[in-house]
């Protein structure tokens, strides 16, 4: 007998968890050389088939189970369309509340995320849940957006194509819950960062306004949020510097800087190199002055030196000063 039986009568040690994992390990088997190739034994072969039956019914009921809390969002709960249910346990917003939990954790699975908008769901997100009058209902539906639209662009399409930009952004700028807030700045990132469609609805709403309005925001996880996806875009698409040195960004970057110093300064100085880094009128509107920048950068390293846990602003500020103020006169000067 061969080596390879993995303990004779033993199942293979490592089980894939998922039909995803039966999938690969069917490909390795099928990628094998022919030298390492045996015979399946019974035993492995009714595992085999166990396991796969067993994967494509957890997929059947993880289905199921959207429909089951999609049943729940769809009943009109008191005073959320203005008429009352005539079963008020279905409209019960905690219920509504761990049937949203719940979809988001399903749709981690990138299947399940499509199964879910072709269940109609992200039509109830956009329509009812995104602007319903209960916060934790918002937030959730923010974050259940977010979490379908990462990474699949046919889900993407399908929330930009429902109107969920404009109301996330809206909920951005104007929610009363800082933790709706937060959660409709996560679904915005997921719709603008890879996907081109998103960026231009994102753009002609006037998001990098909002975004730095959130970036005002006395809510630090906002703040940090909404500097490293400024940071991001800026990174990914250096065509928009000029759109941004036209509204004034340089300027309110430099004034959040001057702020009380906290740990988010890392990620608006990130912000700052990103915006001047191979664009000289970026580096120009920095020497401005009026700004003191140069001065303040020189105070800031001082105070971060032997500091490690702000090693990586302290990098960002003597990158922008070797940008913005050691560079010869002429490239400074460069179409002024």
């Given at each position: 007998m061969a080596e390879g039986g993995a303990g004779g009568n033993q199942p293979p040690r490592e089980h894939p968890q998922n039909l995803q994992g039966l999938l690969q390990m069917a490909i390795t088997a099928g990628n094998a050389e022919p030298s390492h190739l045996e015979p399946m034994s019974d035993e492995r072969r009714q595992w085999l088939q166990e396991a796969m039956a067993q994967a494509f019914r957890g997929q059947l009921e993880e289905v199921e189970q959207m429909k089951e809390c999609l049943r729940v969002l769809e009943a009109v709960s008191p005073g959320g369309e203005g008429r009352e249910t005539s079963e008020p346990a279905e409209g019960d917003p905690s219920r509504q509340a761990s049937a949203l939990e719940l979809l988001a954790e399903l749709c981690e699975n990138l299947d399940n995320a499509a199964?879910?908008?072709?269940?109609?769901?992200?039509?109830?997100?956009?329509?009812?849940?995104?602007?319903?009058?209960?916060?934790?209902?918002?937030?959730?539906?923010?974050?259940?957006?977010?979490?379908?639209?990462?990474?699949?662009?046919?889900?993407?399409?399908?929330?930009?194509?429902?109107?969920?930009?404009?109301?996330?952004?809206?909920?951005?700028?104007?929610?009363?819950?800082?933790?709706?807030?937060?959660?409709?700045?996560?679904?915005?990132?997921?719709?603008?960062?890879?996907?081109?469609?998103?960026?231009?609805?994102?753009?002609?709403?006037?998001?990098?306004?909002?975004?730095?309005?959130?970036?005002?925001?006395?809510?630090?996880?906002?703040?940090?949020?909404?500097?490293?996806?400024?940071?991001?875009?800026?990174?990914?698409?250096?065509?928009?510097?000029?759109?941004?040195?036209?509204?004034?960004?340089?300027?309110?970057?430099?004034?959040?800087?001057?702020?009380?110093?906290?740990?988010?300064?890392?990620?608006?100085?990130?912000?700052?190199?990103?915006?001047?880094?191979?664009?000289?009128?970026?580096?120009?509107?920095?020497?401005?002055?009026?700004?003191?920048l140069e001065e303040l950068l020189r105070e800031r390293c001082q105070l971060l030196q032997q500091q490690e846990e702000f090693q990586e602003e302290l990098e960002f500020c003597e990158q922008l000063q070797r940008v913005c103020f050691q560079t010869p006169p002429e490239e400074s000067s460069m179409d002024r």
């Open positions: 199964d879910f908008c072709k269940l109609d769901g992200m039509r109830l997100l956009a329509h009812r849940y995104l602007e319903h009058p209960v916060p934790e209902l918002r937030w959730r539906a923010a974050h259940l957006v977010g979490t379908c639209a990462q990474n699949v662009p046919k889900v993407q399409e399908q929330a930009l194509a429902l109107g969920c930009m404009r109301k996330l952004l809206r909920l951005l700028d104007h929610d009363g819950a800082d933790v709706v807030r937060v959660k409709a700045l996560f679904a915005i990132s997921c719709l603008v960062r890879a996907q081109e469609g998103g960026l231009q609805q994102f753009l002609r709403l006037d998001g990098f306004s909002v975004l730095m309005r959130a970036m005002q925001s006395p809510v630090e996880k906002l703040k940090v949020k909404s500097a490293f996806l400024l940071q991001n875009l800026l990174l990914d698409h250096p065509e928009h510097k000029e759109t941004l040195c036209s509204m004034g960004m340089v300027q309110q970057l430099v004034a959040l800087i001057r702020s009380e110093h906290s740990p988010f300064h890392e990620h608006v100085l990130g912000a700052l190199c990103s915006l001047v880094t191979d664009f000289p009128q970026g580096v120009r509107e920095c020497r401005e002055p009026q700004l003191a």
